[in-house]
């Protein structure tokens, strides 16, 4: 949309933030309410949010996903159809960690009490009835010889270490039934497809948000005022508790919710495989059952000629701060213990995700720290009839998922096609 067009004049509906949770606001809205004039406004170059495909390989070669990749509680999950709806392949290879999915060392006897450990942890965090909340530490035995696992499992899930995130969040923690499925242009392909119908503006950062007036909002952007009936915002957690949009008047309870929903931190380091028959394909590997710091590494997803690394919590952010190169080089050396000295060899880095340092995101995936669950409402909660807000970490269950987003999306959209 040209910004003239909008200039000093007025939509009915601006979303802020062209994530799964804003592209869902928009479209549930032009499904709802064809009648009202709507713009999405990106402050990135990109539609898509956290969810990011790239396709190295051409776009007929699996994509590669920097941000989300699996679609959690496939047969719940709204994506999961959208993906048929518009032409998109849905992978329904099992993942990994589920019945059917392939692991190396699985039958291994420390892989296997590990996994013993981590199913013992869970239980105990499921069944935590305590009246105050506590940090996840509080629930590992203390003799247990695979708590560094049992942390390294809880960082990946929250993006946190264990002590800062609270045991009752994790408890409500449901994406919802079904498997794991992926989608082969991938998750980010998908969102963006999805928001191609809506009238989007990309390099338009929203720095202010003055809903003072009544009946409408003025919003100050990177490309000019903008005056809206009505308003969501979808920025996550850290963007809002960094105050890079400034409310009039203040919005004190939203921004406290906020900071104390913060995003974890998770990264992809994709690492391009020379000899491709050297892995199996869509196989997982432990980097270590013994230490928190640990990547998970995919081998050839989609029988791609890569290995996926994923990184969580305080490793991911010391590497992410040391460049690719440290991932790569942290990589390599953990791939050695399974394939042997000159692994290296045949590796090198392809691409890497850095979501603590990109000013739009500040991280990956909200984790609440302890005595913050309920503060999830607080930050869904409609502020008035104009004033909305959605985004994963409004979720209370399906929280750090693309479909929790797209569900708080369109629960917003659907409030206001009831109220404008
Ligand atoms: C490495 C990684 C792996 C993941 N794996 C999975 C997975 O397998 N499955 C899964 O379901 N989820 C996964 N997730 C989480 C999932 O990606 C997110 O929960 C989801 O994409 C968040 O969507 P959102 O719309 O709430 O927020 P976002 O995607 O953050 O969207 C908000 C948008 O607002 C924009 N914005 C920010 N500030 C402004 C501003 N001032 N003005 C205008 N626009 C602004 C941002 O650029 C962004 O596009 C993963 C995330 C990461 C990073």
Redesign the pocket.
Known sequence: MPIESWRGSEVDVAV???????VAAARQLQLLRPDLSIVL????DR?????RSIHPFGTDAAALD???????GARTNAWTDIAEEVGLTVDRTPAPWSDGGHRLEQNDPDAKAAAAAVNDFFGRVYEYGGDADADLSAMLSPDDPWNERIYAVGAFMTGGELDKSSVIDLGRYD?GPGPDWRVRQG?GTLIATYGLPVPTVVG????RIDHSGAGHIVLS?AKGELRAKAVIV???TN?LAAE??AFWPPLPEKIEAASRLPLGL???LFLRVAEPAMFPKDTHVTGSQHSRRTGAYQLKPFGAPVIEA?FAADLALDLERQGVDAMFDFSVEQLKRVFGADVGKTLSPLAA?A?AGEP??GG??SYATPGASDLRSVLAAPHNEHLFF????CSKTRY??????YE??AAAAEAIAKTL
């Open positions: 802020i933030g062209a994530g799964a949770a804003g406004l990106e402050a990135s539609v898509g949010g956290r969810a920097l941000g989300c990749g699996w679609l959690h994406p998750y338009a950062e929203v720095r952007t979808t920025v996550s963007v890079r949009i998770a990264n992809k994923y995700s979501w739009f995101f990956s995936y959605a985004g994963e970490a750090s998922t693309a479909h929790g987003a708080t999306g």
